[in-house]
């Protein structure tokens, strides 16, 4: 296993400079740590907190150095309780150490004096489960987000906030019609618009990267095209699909033709599916890191 872990800026410089930093040392794909049970039976590990510590250290030895950053999906360990959660505090821990950088899917959203707690567990320096990013969800108000945005910009973190997501049901709550507030509108301000919700969420985001930090990320799935305005935003993408829900690397290509910089695709299942040997999952990561490089270059 490969570690250069200087490659990667530690918290202190901006998340879009660690970014680009990991990108370019290693490319723009995103591998999650789904320990679906379906993939720990496969994989022939118990269906349990054993398991799923098992799966992620096979994980770890496969991806860490070899891919810019690592998704752990939270609800495949909390459904184990205080031994999962001490696994993903072990995994998140070790990755990080070695470099790469960790984006906890974790979905949090919560008025604003209780999005300061969430934000102080994924993002507060010291925190056992402190990541380098973290996702989000923003149906309580953009503006309820605000705590951990403002952790994450003072230390060099990102949060990737749910835009148009890649799930089938999204579309309809995504779609739906807003009157943008004139500050985050693209628009003038004397100009009162409608947008769909998810373009409300991009225009906040654009508007709060105003400082060049690229601190807020969105999450705008491959699986179709999203019908969003991205020309005003230029932080970083987290675009899962890839693989298992149906997306390729050409339709990455073709949605995402003008807002390539920092894009992010994310697979999971596609890749773990070649575990548990840790050589086949290395070997899987790696084609579909040099697809997408040579895809979207
Ligand atoms: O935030 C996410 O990561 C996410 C957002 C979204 O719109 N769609 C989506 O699939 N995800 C996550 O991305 C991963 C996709 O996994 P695969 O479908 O196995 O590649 C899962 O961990 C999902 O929870």
Not at 45 to 55: D, H, M, Y
Request: glycine share 12%; aromatic share 6%.
């Amino acid at each position: 296993m490969s570690d250069d872990r200087g490659a990667v800026p530690a918290p202190g410089h901006s998340w879009g400079h660690r970014l680009r930093s990991a990108i370019g040392a290693r490319g723009r794909l995103c591998v999650g740590i789904d320990p679906h049970p379906s993939l720990l039976r496969a994989w022939g590990l118990p269906e349990s907190a054993e398991g799923v510590e098992a799966f992620s250290e096979i994980c770890v030895e496969a991806f860490v150095g070899e891919v810019a950053l690592v998704k752990p999906q939270v609800a495949f360990f909390e459904v184990y309780g205080s031994a999962g959660y001490a696994v993903l505090e072990r995994t998140i821990s070790v990755v990080r150490s070695a470099g790469t950088l960790v984006v906890a899917d974790a979905k949090r959203g919560d008025i604003g004096s209780t999005m300061a707690a969430y934000a102080q567990s994924w993002l507060g320096e010291g925190s056992p489960l402190v990541s380098d990013a973290v996702t989000a969800s923003p149906y309580l108000g953009f503006g309820a987000l605000d705590p951990a945005l403002s952790l994450a910009s003072e230390t060099g973190r990102g949060v990737f906030v749910l835009a148009r997501t890649s799930n089938p049901e999204g579309g309809g709550l995504q779609g739906a019609r807003v009157t943008e507030s004139s500050e985050s509108s693209q628009l003038s301000a004397s100009t009162p618009h409608e947008v769909s919700v998810a373009q409300s969420v991009v225009d906040d985001a654009a508007a709060y990267n105003r400082d060049g930090n690229d601190t807020v990320g969105l999450v705008v799935g491959a699986t179709r095209g999203h019908g969003l305005n991205l020309s005003e935003f230029s932080g970083p993408i987290l675009a899962p699909g890839l693989g298992a829900q149906g997306a390729t690397v050409a339709d990455l290509a073709e949605i995402f033709y003008d807002s390539r910089e920092l894009l992010l695709p994310n697979t999971s299942r596609d890749v773990l599916r070649h575990g548990p040997s840790v050589s086949a999952l290395r070997e899987a990561a790696e084609r579909v890191r040099d697809e997408v490089e040579a895809g979207l270059a």
